[in-house]
């Protein structure tokens, strides 16, 4: 989000994160925006007052919110642990009444919006009860803003400014498929699996088991699925024998004429997903993975783990579509 909002020309002063792994990769590639690696839950309400001088009620100041969203994704993960942080959007509310900066904005998946337990309602409530009646929010298909990937997700607009025509990226007409981001003629050379690129390109691939390299070798390229070896005895994996209508995209190649899967922070993984490289046998690398979530070339990941770069990158809101939304607030000043 930081990223995308710099490119539109927003002067982002801070972002505040709880994770470690996340700092000095911001502030590597974000210079002059300070990481600040908290709790949100345990900063005070006036701290970016005593710290940045920010004041209340400034009509340019933008507020983002992009708080972990595991508990509503229909991806299976520990909805226990995720409770944890299911309500951050009503401590970043906390915020928003103390400064009530002109402009908010919301990214997360699109089970908030129909989630049972959901704090959506009650962090609009919460906006209209203290002035922001200016609302706009959908469903977002990033494939139709330059994004490669079939990523879809809730986004939201809020202005406490009156006469401002606010609205959500203009969608283009046609969604942007795999092969306009990555492969060699976008200047991703051929490697083999467990390629370890050193160099701050960083086109690095996991490594396969023996059994995995040939299961890659007999799944078709170009979309290519686990079903391609379904009935080779030595290839297939117990937990799918009887199960060919679940879990499909598992073992799967993407396809070069459509959107990639939504990257994950497992993207490097074949056995997460349908994350095995159209034509060669391996998962998509580490970059690929960047480039799909529209990080520049030159964007650099400062860890040497794979995992680490993984998190970061499926974590994050493409910078492409955080760069539409800067630049549709650019547009009401």
Known sequence: MTYGLRQAGINVIAGVDFDKDAK??????NPGSIFIQTDIKNLDKDYFERHFNIQKNDDKLIFAGCSPCQFYSIINSDKDKSK????????????????????????????????????????????????Y???????????????PQSRKRFS????????????????????????????QNNGFPKVNAGH?????????????????????????HDGGSRLDWAND????????????????????????????????????????????????DRAISIREGATIQTFPKDYVFKTNSMATAAK???????????????????NNQ
Request: aromatic content about 10%; charged content about 25%.
């Open 84 to 131: 944890q942080s299911k309500n951050l959007l009503m401590d970043f509310a906390r915020f928003v009444d103390y400064y009530k900066p002109g402009y908010i904005l919301v990214e997360n998946v699109p089970g908030i919006l129909t989630h049972k337990e959901s704090v959506l309602p009650s962090f609009l409530n919460k906006l209209k009860s203290i002035g």
């Open 156 to 183: 939201l607009i809020v202005t406490r400014l009156e006469n401002i025509n606010i609205h959500l990226p203009i969608p283009e007409k046609k969604s942007m498929v795999l092969k306009e981001a990555i492969g």
């Open 233 to 280: 005895k030595e290839l297939q994996l117990q937990c799918f024998i009887g199960k060919d209508d679940s879990f499909k995209d598992t073992y799967g190649r993407m396809w070069w004429n459509k959107p990639a899967p939504t990257i994950t922070t497992k993207f490097f993984s074949i056995s997460n997903g349908r994350f095995g490289h159209p034509d060669e």
């Open 312 to 330: 970061l990158i499926g974590n994050a809101v493409p910078p492409e579509y955080a760069k539409r939304l800067g630049r549709v607030i650019n």
């Open 133 to 147: 009646n200016n609302i706009i929010y959908e469903i977002v298909d990033m494939s139709y803003h330059k994004i």
């Open 24 to 29: 000095e990769t911001y502030e590597y590639n």
């Open 196 to 220: 370890k690129d050193l160099s701050d390109f960083n086109h690095s691939v996991a490594g396969l088991s023996n059994k995995s390299l040939q299961r890659m070798k007999k799944t078709r």
